[in-house]
């Protein structure tokens, strides 16, 4: 097996031993998560510079907040990044411009199996992707110590609509399809949650076709400075089979980030 189909081969295996190494640390959720407080929120904030040859800057952030009570478990998230780099010439241009947000709703926290709702919003000037919604619902499966010690998975069918963004080698699309989407998180604390790991892991194709599909994992460390403050290491990755067709030099983008984070 060689090409798209090896490497969604590669990623399926590392995301069943992932769960696997994960789930004997995990109990189903019960009074543990009921007792910590229902709400928490973070805020990253991460940059970069680069000088010399080639000049380089970014920056990145990151808000979350999560709510949790006996009926119901929301999240939201807000991302945004920017980069420019020189050229050889000087000049200066735009190499990434994105932002997201999405949202989610869970019914019934505290049971193993749950259903769900969600929705996100998405630009990125990288993929030539000038706005993307989509929508679903579907159930939720989790193993949980307590917040900071579970694994989620996920199964959902969203209904999805990208704009693509004018230019490049590809022109002006509007296109609505289906998806099948899944997903698989696991979070973990150590030291007296000094240490935590948190990987997200998705994938979702269309119905109709499996070639054509979107991947995003977010692999992240984070150690706590303080009882509010602490800092993260995350590995990102978004691949969208269609974004070359849009007009992007690659399917696949990619960062690691290095921010500052903020608990309240």
Same mark, same amino acid.
């Given at each position: 097996? #060689?090409?798209?189909?090896?490497?969604?081969?590669? $990623?399926?295996?590392? $995301?069943?031993?992932?769960?696997?190494?994960?789930?004997?640390?995990?109990?189903?959720?019960?009074?543990?998560?009921?007792?910590?407080?229902? /709400?928490?929120?973070?805020?990253?904030?991460?940059?970069? *510079?680069?000088?010399?040859?080639?000049?380089?800057?970014? $920056?990145? &952030?990151?808000?979350?907040?999560?709510?949790?009570?006996? *009926?119901?478990?929301?999240?939201?998230?807000?991302?945004?990044?920017?980069?420019?780099?020189?050229? %050889?010439?000087?000049?200066?241009?735009?190499? @990434? !411009?994105? /932002? &997201?947000?999405?949202?989610? *709703?869970?019914?019934?926290?505290?049971?193993?199996?749950?259903?769900?709702?969600?929705?996100?919003?998405?630009?990125?000037?990288?993929? %030539?992707?000038?706005?993307?919604?989509?929508?679903?619902?579907?159930?939720?499966?989790? /193993?949980?110590?307590? !917040?900071?010690? !579970?694994?989620?998975?996920?199964?959902?069918?969203?209904?999805?609509?990208?704009?693509?963004?004018?230019?490049?080698?590809?022109?002006?699309?509007?296109?609505? $399809?289906?998806? /099948?989407?899944?997903?698989?998180?696991?979070?973990?604390?150590?030291?007296?949650?000094?240490?935590?790991?948190?990987?997200?892991?998705?994938?979702?194709?269309?119905?109709?076709?499996?070639?054509?599909?979107?991947?995003?994992?977010?692999?992240?460390?984070?150690?706590?400075? #303080?009882? +509010?403050?602490?800092? @993260? +290491?995350?590995?990102?990755?978004?691949?969208?089979?269609?974004?070359?067709?849009?007009?992007?030099?690659?399917?696949?983008?990619?960062?690691?980030?290095?921010?500052?984070?903020? %608990?309240?």
């Amino acid at each position: 097996m #060689t090409g798209p189909d090896a490497g969604r081969g590669v $990623l399926w295996y590392r $995301l069943v031993l992932l769960f696997a190494i994960a789930l004997p640390w995990a109990t189903p959720p019960g009074e543990a998560m009921a007792q910590e407080r229902d /709400w928490k929120a973070e805020g990253e904030l991460g940059g970069n *510079l680069f000088f010399g040859n080639r000049e380089q800057s970014q $920056l990145s &952030s990151r808000i979350l907040v999560e709510r949790a009570d006996s *009926l119901f478990e929301s999240s939201s998230e807000f991302r945004f990044a920017y980069g420019e780099v020189t050229d %050889r010439d000087g000049v200066r241009q735009v190499n @990434r !411009r994105s /932002w &997201s947000a999405a949202a989610s *709703l869970d019914f019934r926290p505290m049971e193993r199996y749950r259903p769900f709702v969600s929705g996100r919003m998405e630009s990125a000037f990288e993929r %030539r992707i000038a706005l993307r919604y989509n929508a679903g619902a579907g159930v939720r499966m989790s /193993w949980a110590r307590d !917040r900071r010690n !579970r694994v989620d998975l996920s199964a959902s069918i969203l209904a999805e609509r990208t704009y693509a963004r004018e230019g490049g080698r590809g022109t002006e699309e509007d296109v609505g $399809l289906a998806r /099948w989407a899944s997903s698989v998180r696991v979070r973990r604390s150590y030291f007296d949650d000094r240490l935590s790991l948190d990987s997200n892991n998705s994938y979702r194709p269309v119905f109709d076709s499996f070639g054509n599909f979107t991947l995003s994992t977010r692999n992240a460390v984070s150690y706590n400075l #303080t009882e +509010v403050v602490a800092l @993260r +290491v995350a590995v990102i990755t978004d691949y969208d089979s269609g974004a070359v067709e849009r007009g992007a030099e690659t399917n696949r983008d990619g960062q690691v980030q290095v921010t500052v984070v903020a %608990r309240f």
